[in-house]
């Protein structure tokens, strides 16, 4: 399986620290080595960098790990293939652009042999059953939002979104992180913890790597930063692990709407598939 990171923050923030660690997962503390991808908002634009190449050795890599790109929503992935093979089209996060907003996503879980249907209006570019089940999840939002011309905002897409997750959902496990840059949209099925910072800030210590941080002089009073992980990132902070069927939403750092599915299970893991 993958392993997915998230920010949200009140204010432009970096995340040269905790990508340091999340990236020593593609390849050096685990073996997540078929490609990552990371994708930062400055405004209404979106930046997503992305390789095929194991993170921990990926050139790109590094220079994301030693430029402090700051944004208040970062969504982030490093890949472990069980379907598709190993090819920047499959990697995470995929993007797409709806009423001039780009959405990016991406998903840890297999969804066995789902398929989009016949109908759907986005197609997917690469060969994995995330990308097809972002693509079904696109199309369903543009067919109930049709008569819009401007894109609705959080409070309106969030019960629509959780819907449309639940019934993905029930093809396999959907721990996913979507973004427009304005809100993260968050769904565990089987493994996601969250963790919320806030003043004071503490000196944190990284899981996968020998490297510590003092954050509060980097942050100010009023900041706020909610990160999202797979496993926990750092060692000696209260992460929370979200239950199956939990779908959150985040803006500006603080968690804002939730929604519990009961009917969502966790699925046992997929084998790995030859490529």
């Not at 095929?52 to 700051?70: C, F, G, M, T, W």
């Amino acid at each position: 399986m993958c392993q997915l990171m998230g920010m949200s923050c009140n204010n432009r923030a970096a995340t040269t620290f905790s990508f340091t660690g999340f990236s020593a997962r593609g390849g050096r503390t685990s073996d997540h080595v078929d490609g990552w991808g990371i994708a930062f908002y400055d405004g209404h634009g979106c930046r997503v960098f992305q390789d095929d190449q194991p993170a921990s050795e990926s050139p790109l890599a590094e220079y994301v790990r030693n430029h402090p790109i700051k944004s208040r929503v970062v969504v982030a992935h490093v890949r472990k293939a069980t379907q598709g093979d190993v090819q920047a089209a499959n990697c995470h996060p995929f993007q797409r652009e709806w009423l001039g907003r780009t959405w990016v996503f991406a998903h840890n879980g297999d969804l066995g042999r789902f398929e989009a249907p016949l109908t759907c209006q986005d197609m997917p570019v690469g060969t994995t059953d995330s990308e097809r089940a972002f693509c079904t999840l696109m199309s369903r939002v543009r067919q109930h939002f049709k008569n819009r011309h401007q894109p609705p905002e959080w409070l309106e897409l969030a019960p629509v979104l959780a819907d449309i997750v639940g019934d993905l959902a029930r093809h396999g496990n959907l721990n996913m992180l979507l973004s427009d840059g304005h809100a993260l949209y968050v769904h565990c099925s089987t493994h996601l913890h969250q963790l919320t910072r806030h003043h004071p800030f503490p000196k944190a210590r990284l899981v996968d790597c020998d490297m510590s941080l003092d954050l509060g002089p980097l942050n100010a009073e009023g900041d706020v930063m909610t990160l999202l992980a797979t496993e926990p990132l750092t060692i000696d902070e209260p992460w929370q692990t979200l239950r199956t069927g939990e779908f959150r939403v985040y803006v500006d750092g603080q968690e804002v709407w939730r929604h519990f599915n009961p009917q969502t299970q966790a699925f046992a893991a997929a084998e790995r598939m030859a490529l």
